[in-house]
C-alpha cells in the first residue's frame, strides 16, 4: 500500500465536550448511532452539565462525525459550545462504541449545567399509545428519548434515571432491553416506561383503567377534576357545558380571567380559532404553549373567554391529556390547579386538601412532580410569536446575554407574574412563572424554586439584581440575602430584557409601557420614552400624569383612575375647563363613592400620580362603560381591545408638547375629544378604535422628536401592555414607516415575566463595564 494510502487509514483519537442543553434531549443515543454508523469506536456519556466522549477511526470518518455532531443534533437540543482535542492516544481496544455512565469531567472542572425542558407527547410515542396491537395502548406515561418529562421530574444532573423521580419504578425486562438497544427510540431514555412497570393512576381507591374511567365519567357529566399534569396539578371540566364553566368560576373565584382550553388535534382547533401558518407551527411545537388565538367559526360559551374575542388553545402534552380528549371527544377547559393568587399545586397531599372545595374528584398518580412549571402562554402577532408566560416547555432553557456576567447572579424579578434569573457567563436561566408574590405560599414557592435551579445549575449567585420599589416581597428578599446588590430601575429592566435577548448592547430608544414602576425620582411611571443601553438610561419623554386615587384600590377599579384624569390629569398650560365626567359613566357609580373619590384627589390624599400607559387603558374602558372594577391585572385593556376589534377609526385627538426637559404626551386633549365624540353618539367601538390609534400616533410622535434630537433609530418596545396586539401593531407600522429598526421580547415576556431577565443583563453589564 503506498504511503499516502496508509496515512489516510491512520486512526485518529479525538475528544469532544459538547455544552449546552444536551442532557435529556436523546444526545448521547444520537452519538451512539452517529459513531457506529460511521464505524468509530470510544464511547459517550453525561458529564456534571455536558456531554463528553471520544472516537477513534480513519480520517474521513472522524471528520464526518465532527461535522454531523454540529448540524444533525436532536431536535430537543440547544448545542453552545463544542470542543475538540486530538492526541496521540493508542485507539481503544473496543471494536465497538458505547455508552458510558455518568461520571465526571475529563478535564476536572465544573461546568454550566443547563436543564432540559419538558417535551410534549412526540408523534410516534402518540401512534403506540392509540395502537391496540402495542405494548403501551393507553399507557398514560408512555414517553421516550425525543418527548416527555425532563424539567419536572430532575434531582439532580448528570441526567440519569437514578437523578429523577422515576428511579422508583424498577424497568420490567421489556423496557430494560429498550433501553439497552441502541437501535430502539428509547435507547437511554430515563423515562421510560410501560403499563407493568411505570407510574400508575389513581382516582380515590381506583387505579390504571379505571380511575381514567371514574374521571372521564365525572367531567362528562358536568363535573371538574384535578388532574395531575407535568408540573402540576390542573383543573379540568367540558369546554362546551356553560354550567360547568360556570361552576369553575365560582369555584375557584375566577370571575373574569380567560381560561385555556385543550384540543385533541389541530383540525379541533381550526374550530375554535383562526389558525394561521405562524399559529400552527406553535400549537403543534414540542413546548404544547397556549397560544392566544382570534376566534373561529365554532364558539364557546362566553364564559370561557369573557370580554375577549381570543381563545387560548393548546394540543395534549401527555399521554393522559390525548386518553381524556380521546374518550370524552369534546374540547376541555384545562387551567392551573391552584386557589386565585396561590402558586400551582404539586404535592398530592397539598391537592387534597387544597383543591377540594374546587373539584369532584382527583386523578393523580405516583410519579413526583419535582419542579412546579405551569402552562406556557404565547401569543401570534402577524408572523411575530410573543412569549406571555414562559414556563413548561420553554423554562428554563437558557437564554444569551450580550455581556457576560463576571460573576454569577440572579435578578430577584419583580412583584406580580414573578420570575427570577440566574446569570453566568454569557447564559441566563429564567426561570418559570411563578405567580405573585403578594401571596405568602406563592414566596415559598419562588425561594424553594430559587434553590433547586441554584443546584440543578451550578449557579451560585455572588450578587443581586433587584426593582427599586421598597415594596416589593423580591426586592426586601434581595436586601436579606446578603449579597452586593444592583437596583436596576423597572422600566429599564424591561427595555434591557427586550436589548439583550436580540444580543442589542449599544444605545437604544426604549418605549416601556406598562402598568407601574417606581421611577427614580420617586414618582411612579408606566409610560415611558427613554434612550438608554444596557448599563444606564436617560428618560427623555412620558405620558402626563394623573392622580391614582386611593392607590392600589384604584389598580382594582378603573372608574377611580377615571375620575382621577378627569379632576386632576396633568394640565400641561392647556387653557380651558377639565373635561367633565359624562352622566351615563357616574350615574352608575355609588354618588357617596363618587364624592369620596373627588375629595380625595382635591386634598391629595393617598393619590399618587403616575405617568402609566396601563392606567390610562382603564381610565378610557371604564368611560366608554367596558369595565368599572377588575379581577386580574389588565383585564380592562383586553376588554377596549377586544371592543375595537379590526374597525379603523380616525384618531382621537392628541399633542404632544415639551414639559420640564421632556416630551410629554397630553392624556387629556384624548380624553376630551373621547368624551366629545361619545355624546354626539360615536359608537363604544369605533372610539375604542380610535383611542388605540391616538395612543400609537402619539407614541409615533414621541419617538419621532426624540430621534430628531439625537436618539438612535433602533426602538425596543417593552412593558405588559404590548401584550395588545393591536397597539403593538400600530405602534411597529409607524415607526418603521419612520425608517426605524424596531424590536420587540419573543423569547422573554414583554411584561413583568421578563424583568427578572432585563435586570441580569443590566448586572452583568454594568460589572463587565467596571472591570474593564
Same mark, same amino acid.
Given at each position: 500500500?503506498?504511503?499516502?494510502?496508509?496515512?489516510?487509514?491512520?486512526?485518529?483519537?479525538?475528544?469532544?465536550?459538547?455544552?449546552?442543553?444536551?442532557?435529556?434531549?436523546?444526545?448521547?443515543?444520537?452519538?451512539?448511532?452517529?459513531?457506529?454508523?460511521?464505524?468509530?469506536?470510544?464511547?459517550?456519556?453525561?458529564?456534571?452539565?455536558?456531554?463528553?466522549?471520544?472516537?477513534?477511526?480513519?480520517?474521513?470518518?472522524?471528520?464526518?462525525?465532527?461535522?454531523?455532531?454540529?448540524?444533525?443534533?436532536?431536535?430537543?437540543?440547544?448545542?453552545?459550545?463544542?470542543?475538540?482535542?486530538?492526541?496521540?492516544?493508542?485507539?481503544?481496544?473496543?471494536?465497538?462504541?458505547?455508552?458510558?455512565?455518568?461520571?465526571?469531567?475529563?478535564?476536572?472542572?465544573?461546568?454550566?449545567?443547563?436543564?432540559?425542558?419538558?417535551?410534549?407527547?412526540?408523534?410516534?410515542?402518540?401512534? #403506540?399509545?392509540? $395502537?391496540?396491537? @402495542?405494548? !403501551?395502548?393507553?399507557?398514560?406515561? %408512555?414517553? +421516550?428519548?425525543? /418527548? =416527555? *418529562? &425532563?424539567?419536572?421530574?430532575?434531582?439532580?444532573?448528570?441526567?440519569?434515571?437514578?437523578?429523577?423521580?422515576?428511579?422508583?419504578?424498577?424497568?420490567?425486562?421489556?423496557?430494560?432491553? #429498550?433501553?439497552? $438497544?441502541?437501535? @430502539?427510540? !428509547?435507547?437511554?431514555?430515563?423515562? %421510560?416506561? +410501560?403499563?407493568? /412497570? =411505570? *407510574? &400508575?393512576?389513581?382516582?380515590?381507591?381506583?387505579?390504571?383503567?379505571?380511575?381514567?374511567?371514574?374521571?372521564?365519567?365525572?367531567?362528562?357529566?358536568?363535573?371538574?377534576?384535578?388532574?395531575?399534569?407535568?408540573?402540576?396539578?390542573?383543573?379540568?371540566?367540558?369546554?362546551?357545558?356553560?354550567?360547568?364553566?360556570?361552576?369553575?368560576? &365560582?369555584?375557584?373565584?375566577?370571575?373574569?380571567?380567560?381560561?385555556?382550553?385543550?384540543?385533541?388535534?389541530?383540525?379541533?382547533?381550526?374550530?375554535?380559532?383562526?389558525?394561521?401558518?405562524?399559529?400552527?407551527?406553535?400549537?403543534?411545537?414540542?413546548?404544547?404553549?397556549?397560544?392566544?388565538?382570534?376566534?373561529?367559526?365554532?364558539?364557546?360559551?362566553?364564559?370561557?373567554?369573557?370580554?375577549?374575542?381570543?381563545?387560548?388553545?393548546?394540543?395534549?402534552?401527555?399521554?393522559?391529556?390525548?386518553?381524556?380528549?380521546?374518550?370524552?371527544?369534546?374540547?376541555?377547559?384545562?387551567?392551573?390547579?391552584?386557589?386565585?393568587?396561590?402558586?400551582?399545586?404539586?404535592?398530592?397531599?397539598?391537592?387534597?386538601?387544597?383543591?377540594?372545595?374546587?373539584?369532584?374528584?382527583?386523578?393523580?398518580?405516583?410519579?413526583?412532580?419535582?419542579?412546579?412549571?405551569?402552562?406556557?402562554?404565547?401569543?401570534?402577532?402577524?408572523?411575530?410569536?410573543?412569549?406571555?408566560?414562559?414556563?413548561?416547555?420553554?423554562?428554563?432553557?437558557?437564554?444569551?446575554?450580550?455581556?457576560?456576567?463576571?460573576?454569577?447572579?440572579?435578578?430577584?424579578?419583580?412583584?406580580?407574574?414573578?420570575?427570577?434569573?440566574?446569570?453566568?457567563?454569557?447564559?441566563?436561566?429564567?426561570?418559570?412563572?411563578?405567580?405573585?408574590?403578594?401571596?405568602?405560599?406563592?414566596?415559598?414557592?419562588?425561594?424553594?424554586?430559587?434553590?433547586?435551579?441554584?443546584?440543578?445549575?451550578?449557579?451560585?449567585?455572588?450578587?443581586?439584581?433587584?426593582?427599586?420599589?421598597?415594596?416589593?416581597?423580591?426586592?426586601?428578599?434581595?436586601?436579606?440575602?446578603?449579597?452586593?446588590?444592583?437596583?436596576?430601575?423597572?422600566?429599564?429592566?424591561?427595555?434591557?430584557?427586550?436589548?439583550?435577548?436580540?444580543?442589542?448592547?449599544?444605545?437604544?430608544?426604549?418605549?416601556?409601557?406598562?402598568?407601574?414602576?417606581?421611577?427614580?425620582?420617586?414618582?411612579?411611571?408606566?409610560?415611558?420614552?427613554?434612550?438608554?443601553?444596557?448599563?444606564?438610561?436617560?428618560?427623555?419623554?412620558?405620558?402626563?400624569?394623573?392622580?391614582?386615587?386611593?392607590?392600589?384600590?384604584?389598580?382594582?377599579?378603573?372608574?377611580?383612575?377615571?375620575?382621577?384624569?378627569?379632576?386632576?390629569?396633568?394640565?400641561?398650560?392647556?387653557?380651558?375647563?377639565?373635561?367633565?365626567?359624562?352622566?351615563?359613566?357616574?350615574?352608575?357609580?355609588?354618588?357617596?363613592?363618587?364624592?369620596?373619590?373627588?375629595?380625595?384627589?382635591?386634598?391629595?390624599?393617598?393619590?399618587?400620580?403616575?405617568?402609566?400607559?396601563?392606567?390610562?387603558?382603564?381610565?378610557?374602558?371604564?368611560?366608554?362603560?367596558?369595565?368599572?372594577?377588575?379581577?386580574?391585572?389588565?383585564?380592562?385593556?383586553?376588554?377596549?381591545?377586544?371592543?375595537?376589534?379590526?374597525?379603523?377609526?380616525?384618531?382621537?385627538?392628541?399633542?404632544?408638547?415639551?414639559?420640564?426637559?421632556?416630551?410629554?404626551?397630553?392624556?387629556?386633549?384624548?380624553?376630551?375629544?373621547?368624551?366629545?365624540?361619545?355624546?354626539?353618539?360615536?359608537?363604544?367601538?369605533?372610539?375604542?378604535?380610535?383611542?388605540?390609534?391616538?395612543?400609537?400616533?402619539?407614541?409615533?410622535?414621541?419617538?419621532?422628536?426624540?430621534?430628531?434630537?439625537?436618539?438612535?433609530?433602533?426602538?425596543?418596545?417593552?412593558?405588559?401592555?404590548?401584550?395588545?396586539?393591536?397597539?403593538?401593531?400600530?405602534?411597529?407600522?409607524?415607526?418603521?414607516?419612520?425608517?426605524?429598526?424596531?424590536?420587540?421580547?419573543?423569547?422573554?415576556?414583554?411584561?413583568?415575566?421578563?424583568?427578572?431577565?432585563?435586570?441580569?443583563?443590566?448586572?452583568?453589564?454594568?460589572?463587565?463595564?467596571?472591570?474593564?
Amino acid at each position: 500500500m503506498p504511503r499516502r494510502a496508509r496515512e489516510r487509514q491512520r486512526a485518529v483519537v479525538r475528544d469532544f465536550t459538547v455544552s449546552g442543553t444536551v442532557q435529556g434531549v436523546g444526545f448521547r443515543p444520537f452519538v451512539h448511532r452517529t459513531a457506529t454508523a460511521l464505524r468509530l469506536t470510544g464511547w459517550v456519556a453525561n458529564v456534571d452539565g455536558h456531554v463528553e466522549g471520544s472516537v477513534c477511526g480513519v480520517p474521513d470518518a472522524v471528520a464526518s462525525f465532527t461535522h454531523r455532531l454540529r448540524t444533525d443534533a436532536p431536535p430537543l437540543s440547544r448545542i453552545h459550545e463544542v470542543r475538540f482535542r486530538d492526541h496521540d492516544a493508542p485507539p481503544s481496544p473496543s471494536r465497538a462504541f458505547v455508552v458510558r455512565d455518568s461520571g465526571t469531567s475529563l478535564s476536572g472542572a465544573a461546568s454550566p449545567r443547563e436543564v432540559p425542558p419538558d417535551a410534549a407527547l412526540c408523534d410516534a410515542c402518540l401512534a #403506540e399509545l392509540l $395502537d391496540p396491537r @402495542d405494548r !403501551r395502548y393507553r399507557h398514560p406515561f %408512555i414517553s +421516550c428519548t425525543d /418527548c =416527555g *418529562p &425532563r424539567a419536572s421530574i430532575i434531582e439532580a444532573l448528570p441526567y440519569d434515571r437514578a437523578r429523577t423521580t422515576m428511579r422508583r419504578f424498577r424497568m420490567c425486562a421489556d423496557c430494560a432491553s #429498550e433501553y439497552a $438497544d441502541p437501535h @430502539d427510540r !428509547r435507547f437511554h431514555a430515563e423515562p %421510560i416506561a +410501560c403499563p407493568a /412497570c =411505570g *407510574p &400508575r393512576l389513581a382516582w380515590e381507591d381506583l387505579r390504571g383503567e379505571d380511575a381514567l374511567r371514574a374521571a372521564v365519567k365525572t367531567v362528562g357529566s358536568g363535573g371538574i377534576i384535578a388532574l395531575k399534569g407535568l408540573g402540576g396539578y390542573q383543573l379540568v371540566c367540558d369546554a362546551t357545558d356553560p354550567d360547568a364553566v360556570g361552576e369553575l368560576r &365560582r369555584r375557584k373565584h375566577r370571575p373574569g380571567n380567560p381560561f385555556a382550553v385543550m384540543v385533541g388535534d389541530i383540525e379541533a382547533a381550526r374550530r375554535l380559532a383562526r389558525v394561521g401558518t405562524t399559529a400552527h407551527a406553535e400549537l403543534t411545537r414540542g413546548a404544547r404553549p397556549v397560544v392566544l388565538l382570534p376566534l373561529g367559526p365554532v364558539r364557546l360559551p362566553t364564559a370561557v373567554h369573557p370580554r375577549t374575542d381570543r381563545v387560548g388553545l393548546f394540543l395534549p402534552t401527555t399521554g393522559l391529556h390525548h386518553l381524556l380528549l380521546c374518550d370524552l371527544a369534546r374540547p376541555l377547559i384545562v387551567t392551573s390547579g391552584n386557589r386565585v393568587g396561590e402558586p400551582l399545586v404539586v404535592d398530592d397531599t397539598d391537592a387534597a386538601r387544597t383543591l377540594a372545595p374546587i373539584v369532584d374528584g382527583v386523578l393523580s398518580h405516583d410519579r413526583a412532580v419535582r419542579a412546579r412549571y405551569d402552562d406556557s402562554v404565547t401569543e401570534v402577532t402577524g408572523r411575530t410569536v410573543l412569549t406571555v408566560r414562559r414556563a413548561r416547555g420553554l423554562a428554563p432553557a437558557p437564554l444569551p446575554l450580550p455581556r457576560s456576567a463576571p460573576l454569577p447572579l440572579v435578578g430577584a424579578g419583580a412583584q406580580s407574574k414573578h420570575t427570577f434569573c440566574l446569570a453566568e457567563g454569557d447564559r441566563a436561566h429564567l426561570a418559570a412563572h411563578i405567580g405573585d408574590l403578594g401571596d405568602a405560599a406563592t414566596y415559598e414557592a419562588f425561594q424553594e424554586s430559587y434553590d433547586a435551579l441554584r443546584r440543578l445549575t451550578g449557579v451560585r449567585p455572588r450578587a443581586v439584581a433587584h426593582d427599586p420599589h421598597p415594596g416589593y416581597l423580591s426586592t426586601q428578599w434581595a436586601h436579606a440575602g446578603g449579597l452586593p446588590r444592583i437596583a436596576v430601575q423597572h422600566h429599564h429592566a424591561h427595555l434591557a430584557a427586550c436589548a439583550a435577548e436580540h444580543g442589542w448592547s449599544r444605545l437604544f430608544t426604549g418605549v416601556a409601557y406598562d402598568g407601574l414602576g417606581l421611577g427614580d425620582d420617586g414618582a411612579l411611571w408606566g409610560g415611558e420614552i427613554m434612550v438608554a443601553d444596557l448599563t444606564s438610561y436617560r428618560r427623555v419623554g412620558r405620558l402626563a400624569t394623573a392622580p391614582l386615587p386611593g392607590g392600589e384600590a384604584a389598580v382594582r377599579n378603573p372608574w377611580r383612575t377615571a375620575l382621577g384624569h378627569l379632576y386632576a390629569g396633568e394640565r400641561l398650560g392647556r387653557p380651558g375647563p377639565a373635561p367633565r365626567a359624562p352622566g351615563d359613566f357616574t350615574d352608575r357609580l355609588d354618588p357617596r363613592a363618587v364624592t369620596t373619590v373627588r375629595t380625595m384627589i382635591d386634598r391629595g390624599l393617598n393619590c399618587p400620580a403616575a405617568s402609566s400607559a396601563g392606567r390610562f387603558f382603564d381610565a378610557v374602558a371604564s368611560l366608554l362603560g367596558l369595565v368599572d372594577t377588575v379581577s386580574y391585572e389588565g383585564e380592562a385593556a383586553v376588554a377596549l381591545e377586544t371592543a375595537a376589534g379590526r374597525l379603523r377609526a380616525a384618531p382621537l385627538a392628541h399633542r404632544v408638547l415639551r414639559a420640564g426637559g421632556l416630551w410629554v404626551y397630553d392624556t387629556t386633549t384624548t380624553l376630551t375629544d373621547l368624551l366629545d365624540r361619545r355624546a354626539d353618539g360615536e359608537s363604544v367601538p369605533l372610539l375604542a378604535a380610535a383611542f388605540h390609534r391616538a395612543l400609537a400616533e402619539a407614541t409615533a410622535e414621541l419617538v419621532r422628536r426624540a430621534v430628531e434630537a439625537g436618539a438612535p433609530r433602533t426602538v425596543c418596545l417593552g412593558g405588559g401592555c404590548f401584550v395588545n396586539q393591536r397597539l403593538l401593531t400600530e405602534v411597529r407600522r409607524l415607526l418603521r414607516a419612520q425608517g426605524l429598526r424596531v424590536l420587540v421580547g419573543r423569547a422573554v415576556p414583554v411584561g413583568d415575566g421578563g424583568i427578572s431577565y432585563g435586570q441580569a443583563a443590566v448586572a452583568a453589564a454594568r460589572l463587565a463595564q467596571a472591570k474593564e
